[in-house]
T-cell receptor, first 112, second 112 residues
Framework: GQQVMQIPQYQHVQEGEDFTTYCNSS?????IQWYKQRPGGHPVFLIQ?????EVKKQKRLTFQFGEAKKNSSLHITATQTTDVGTYFC????????????FGPGTSLSVIP | SQTIHQWPATLVQPVGSPLSLECTVE??????LYWYRQAAGRGLQLLFY??????ISSEVPQNLSASRPQDRQFILSSKKLLLSDSGFYLC???????????FGPGTRLTVL
């Protein structure tokens, strides 16, 4: 069946260092979404990428959609303690446009 | 703007007791509605989703059920809770078409 993988599972960085998480799909995607969940909170939608090779920025966050539309990355420049949380990617299910599959997430810890 | 409400925020229930969690959405019509469960430190497991009133799709066999009595109301129920039902229950809505999902604040359920 359709699978979504994320690496790494955990990442500990010193405040000010950069951070990158990668999302890989077993199938070609129509879009990919990224969410952030703070500790104790609920997932919050960050962004959706649709076009091959698309790059979008939100302040220190840079999102990229692969040329083959099977992978994506989220890069945070100069991490801050407010970046702590788990970052999930999500992709549409091929067999049902009403559902998405969430990746297992990357948990980011920032050491002040 | 759209708002999603969930209650209660926290719930402690004995094994074998019934459960009813409610979710309501404001500011949108005919949304897709979803119930997810998240175990501590884990990913998101889709339990049920609904594309319209009275239309419920179950993703995981279990002792939980869902209902959608009104367009913007989604209810998660159980007749008899099990220890394994403990977790963080999240309601979400989307416009469908593989679009982003917007989550409510969640209910932390502990079954003792």
């Amino acid at each position: 069946g359709q699978q979504v993988m994320q690496i790494p599972q955990y990442q500990h960085v010193q405040e000010g260092e950069d951070f990158t998480t990668y999302c890989n799909s077993s199938t070609t995607l129509s879009n990919i979404q990224w969410y952030k969940q703070r500790p104790g909170g609920h997932p919050v939608f960050l962004i959706q990428l649709v076009k091959s090779g698309e790059v979008k920025k939100q302040k220190r966050l840079t999102f990229q959609f692969g040329e083959a539309k099977k992978n994506s990355s989220l890069h945070i420049t100069a991490t801050q303690t407010t970046d702590v949380g788990t970052y999930f990617c999500a992709v549409p299910l091929k067999t049902s446009y009403d559902k998405v599959i969430f990746g297992p997430g990357t948990s980011l810890s920032v050491i002040p | 703007s759209q708002t999603i409400h969930q209650w209660p925020a926290t719930l402690v229930q004995p094994v074998g007791s019934p459960l009813s969690l409610e979710c309501t959405v404001e500011g949108t019509s005919n949304p897709n509605l979803y119930w997810y469960r998240q175990a501590a430190g884990r990913g998101l497991q889709l339990l049920f989703y609904s594309v319209g009133i009275g239309q419920i799709s179950s993703e995981v066999p279990q002792n939980l059920s869902a209902s959608r009595p009104q367009d913007r109301q989604f209810i998660l129920s159980s007749k008899k809770l099990l220890l394994s039902d403990s977790g963080f229950y999240l309601c979400a809505w989307s416009n469908g078409r593989a679009g982003p999902q917007y989550f409510g604040p969640g209910t932390r359920l502990t079954v003792l």
